[in-house]
């Protein structure tokens, strides 16, 4: 049973914080004037202005878990979103426990390193969305198709679907469960914690997985993906997301991702009758498609089209 999060309406307070890393104060006050454009109060954290940081993070842990519980407790703060991910939002988690979660249920968008927060609150029951940030928000503006999916979710839709050309390396099929995923290396990160929903589909549960990475070597991503084969995950699942792998060099043995992948899960006799999903516009890129974490989805691959509709 998920627990929604109410819908914004115009005048609510939205909060900008950065869980994570530094990030770039122009976007942050892009952000800010592009939800007062869609009718919102914007209230900046500390974190998400340079003045408190600490190393590479936005702040130290101390300030960035006392915003966070600060921002989530208060009534009049309807949403939080990100201002950007890079590393730490795991720092975050052994001090964000189910009952203080559970009590004050809201939105929460990002993604990148945000996947760690997704996949708490996905185990708290709680659905958020894997969306766009302060860059994206700030640089793509209120016409932005991405943006403007970003806040029906938080305006109370209930289903999208969204549909693209099918990849060449997909596989056709349609399959329903729950869409869970986010940034691969840091759900990776994750195995045998409370917060591994990667462990989900393995333990019973339908699942679509999606996932997407950037900066990560092929072996790399490689290896990741051998543990979910490995403890059972890839042979249980109903459908499969490969987003977007961003920004690594090809290697001696193959020249893209999407190739290894591919070869990957054919040669380890990966189930073949669920959809498989290549080249999804989500993850680091000008096309991140926001997607309900937690929503029960149908994945749906033909010859020409490939189509992802998700409900609350």
């Known amino acids: 049973m998920l627990t929604i999060p109410s819908p914004l309406r115009k005048g609510d307070r939205v909060a900008i ?18 939800l007062k454009a869609f009718g919102y109060e914007p209230v900046i954290f500390p974190s ?23 921002a989530w407790s208060d009534p009049a703060i309807k949403c939080i979103i990100c201002a950007r991910g890079g590393y730490g939002c795991i720092h975050l988690l052994p001090h964000l426990d189910r009952e203080f979660i559970t009590a004050t249920p809201k939105w929460l968008a990002g993604f990148s390193d945000v996947s760690a927060l997704h996949a708490m609150l996905s185990q708290y029951g709680i659905p958020s969305l894997h969306a766009p940030m302060a860059r994206h928000l700030a640089m793509m503006g209120a016409v932005d198709p991405d943006t403007q999916a ?14 693209i050309p099918t990849h060449p390396f997909s596989r ?4 329903t469960g729950r869409l869970l995923g986010g940034n691969l290396a ?17 333990t019973g549960e339908d ?36 987003g977007q ?35 999804f516009p989500v993850g680091h890129v000008s096309d991140n498609r926001p997607l309900a974490e937690s929503s029960t989805a149908t994945l749906t691959v033909t010859a020409e089209t490939t189509t992802l509709g998700m409900a609350l």
């Open 207 to 242: 699942v679509i997985l999606f996932i997407e990475d950037v900066s990560e070597a092929i072996y790399a991503v490689e290896r990741m993906v051998m543990r979910l084969r490995l403890n059972g995950v890839l042979d249980s699942l109903r459908g499969l997301i490969i």
């Open 172 to 175: 056709e099929g349609s399959a």
């Open 48 to 70: 998400a202005l340079g003045t408190e940081s600490s190393g590479t993070y936005a702040a130290s842990v101390e300030t960035r878990v006392a915003e966070f519980r600060s």
């Open 245 to 279: 792998f961003t920004d690594y060099h090809a290697d001696r043995n193959f020249l893209t991702m999407e190739e290894m992948l591919r070869h990957r899960l054919t040669e380890w006799g990966v189930r073949a009758d669920i959809p498989v999903a290549f080249g």
């Open 17 to 34: 914080l950065a869980p994570a890393s530094i990030v770039d104060r122009h976007y942050v006050d892009g952000a800010a004037e592009l």
């Open 186 to 202: 840091v759900l990776n990160s994750l195995a045998g914690t409370p917060y591994d929903i990667l462990d989900r589909a393995a």
């Open 150 to 163: 970003l806040f029906q979710w938080l305006e109370g839709a209930r289903e999208m679907s969204f549909e």
